[in-house]
C-alpha cells in the first residue's frame, strides 16, 4: 500500500505540472515549490536551531499561530520555520513576521522529504489539525525528532480507521504527543492502541480570544455605522448573498449592513451590487463618499474582516450552503455576536458546540432568517441572551495553547 502512496504522490505532481498551464491556483502551487530547496540552503545553515511548523493553508496557520509565538518566546535562539501545503495560504501569510522561513512544503516523495529533514534538521515538529504526509513522518521518525499533532481531530471516515490503512496507522508512531481538541478524537486514537494523546482543546479559541486585546478600529466603519445597529456578514458566498440581499431589500431603514465577500472579483461585486434596490457604497469608495449616508457597505478587499466583526450587532458568517460549509464563526463570536449561518456546518465541531448552546443560528431560508433576524433586531433581551453565550463560549474554550506549551520540554 505504501508503494501505491508513493506511485500516487508521483503521479499526482506530473499531473499537477499540466495542469498549471492552465490554472493560476495550480501555477502557483508548482511555481512555488521550484526555488523551496534553495530557499532553505540559502537561509538554514547546518548549525542553526530550528522548530518546523506544517499547515494546509490560512485557517490552520491561523489555528496554529498562538503556539508558534508562545514556541518563539520559549526557543527565542531558534529559527522558526512554517510550511504550507496549499497557495490560499502561503500566498497570504508568506510575509508573516514571527517565521524565520516560511515556504511550501515539498511533494511528499521519499526523496523531498529526506532531502527537506536534511537541510533544516528541526529540533522538534508541528503538524496543525491534519495533513499527515507519511514519507515526512517516516523521515522524522528515523531521525528520533519530536513532533506533536495541535489541535488535532480524529473521525471514523478517516484511513487510519480503515481495514486497509494499516500503512497509515503505522505513521502515527512518529507523533511524540498529540494535542485533541476533543474526547471523541482521543478516543478514537486510544482505540488504535496509541495512549500518547491528551485532549488540550482547541487552539483557534486561544487566537481570536486575543483579538481582544488588540486595535480593533476602523473610523471609516464607525463613520459608516453611525451608532445604527450593523449587520455584518462576512466571507458570503453568492447563495448567502441571494438571500441576504433579498432581506436587505425589506429590512428597516435604520439598520446598516456590512458585507464582506470570500471572492471579490469585480463581476461578482457588481452582481452582488444589482441584487440591492438600497443605497450601497464600496470600500474602495470609502475616501470620496459620505459613508454614513449608505445603508450597505460593500468591503471589496481583503484582511479587515475581524475588524469589522468588532462593529456588528449581528453577524452571519457565510459558506454554509455549499462544501465543505461555514466559514469561521469564532471571530464574531470573541466580540459576542450573536451568529447566523447557513445549513452545512456539520464538518466544524465549534459550530455544532454554539448552535447546541443557541449563541449560533442555522437557517435554510428566507423566511428563516426574516425570522431570525428580525428577533435578534427588535427583542433586547433575546439579543443579549445570544450574545452572551457567544461571549462565554470563547471563554470557557481557551486556555489550550498552555496545555501544549507545558507539556512541551
Request: hydrophobic share 40%.
Amino acid at each position: 500500500m505504501l508503494f501505491l502512496y508513493n506511485l500516487a504522490i508521483h503521479i499526482a505532481g506530473f499531473f499537477l505540472r499540466i495542469i498549471a498551464l492552465f490554472s493560476p491556483k495550480i501555477k502557483l502551487f508548482v511555481e512555488g515549490r521550484k526555488s523551496v530547496f534553495n530557499t532553505l540552503q540559502e537561509k538554514i545553515k547546518p548549525l542553526d536551531k530550528t522548530i518546523w511548523f506544517h499547515s494546509a493553508s490560512l485557517g490552520e496557520y491561523e489555528q496554529g499561530l498562538p503556539v508558534i509565538e508562545k514556541i518563539k518566546e520559549k526557543y527565542p535562539s531558534h529559527k522558526i520555520i512554517v510550511t504550507f501545503f496549499s497557495p490560499s495560504g502561503y500566498e497570504v501569510r508568506k510575509n508573516n513576521t514571527v517565521a524565520d522561513v516560511t515556504i511550501y512544503l515539498p511533494l511528499d516523495t521519499k526523496s523531498n522529504a529526506k532531502k527537506f529533514i536534511q537541510l533544516v534538521h528541526p529540533e522538534q515538529a508541528f503538524f496543525i489539525k491534519y495533513e499527515f504526509w507519511l514519507n515526512y513522518l517516516k523521515e522524522l521518525e528515523n531521525h528520533q525528532i519530536p513532533t506533536y499533532l495541535i489541535s488535532g481531530i480524529f473521525r471514523d471516515n478517516q484511513m487510519f480507521f480503515k481495514w486497509y490503512g494499516g500503512f497509515y496507522r503505522k505513521a502515527l508512531n512518529a507523533f511524540t504527543y498529540f494535542f485533541l481538541q476533543n474526547e471523541k478524537s482521543k478516543e478514537k486514537i486510544e482505540s488504535l492502541g496509541f495512549k500518547n494523546a491528551i485532549v488540550s482543546g482547541d487552539t483557534r479559541f486561544d487566537r481570536v480570544n486575543a483579538i481582544l486585546e488588540r486595535d480593533n478600529q476602523l473610523d471609516y466603519i464607525e463613520n459608516f455605522k453611525n451608532n445604527q445597529p450593523t449587520i455584518v456578514v462576512g466571507s458570503s458566498w453568492p447563495k448567502d448573498e441571494a438571500l441576504i440581499a433579498e432581506y436587505i431589500n425589506q429590512a428597516p431603514e435604520n439598520v446598516k449592513f456590512i458585507i464582506a465577500p470570500h471572492n471579490i472579483k469585480p463581476d461578482q461585486i457588481s452582481d452582488l451590487q444589482s441584487k440591492i434596490t438600497k443605497s450601497t457604497v464600496l470600500f474602495s469608495e470609502k475616501d470620496t463618499k459620505d459613508l454614513s449616508t449608505y445603508s450597505v457597505f460593500i468591503i471589496d478587499t481583503i484582511g479587515i474582516l475581524t475588524k469589522i466583526y468588532s462593529y456588528g450587532t449581528i453577524a452571519y458568517v457565510g459558506g454554509g450552503f455549499g462544501t465543505p460549509g461555514i466559514h469561521n464563526i469564532l471571530e464574531p463570536a470573541t466580540f459576542g455576536i450573536p451568529i447566523v449561518i447557513g445549513p452545512n456546518y456539520s464538518n466544524f465541531a465549534e459550530a455544532i458546540d454554539l448552535v447546541e448552546i443557541g449563541g449560533c443560528m442555522p437557517i435554510t431560508t428566507i423566511a428563516e432568517l426574516k425570522d431570525v433576524l428580525d428577533r435578534l433586531l427588535n427583542d433586547k433581551d433575546f439579543l443579549e441572551e445570544k450574545s452572551e453565550i457567544c461571549r462565554k463560549f470563547i471563554q470557557d474554550n481557551k486556555g489550550a495553547t498552555e496545555t501544549i506549551i507545558q507539556l512541551i520540554p
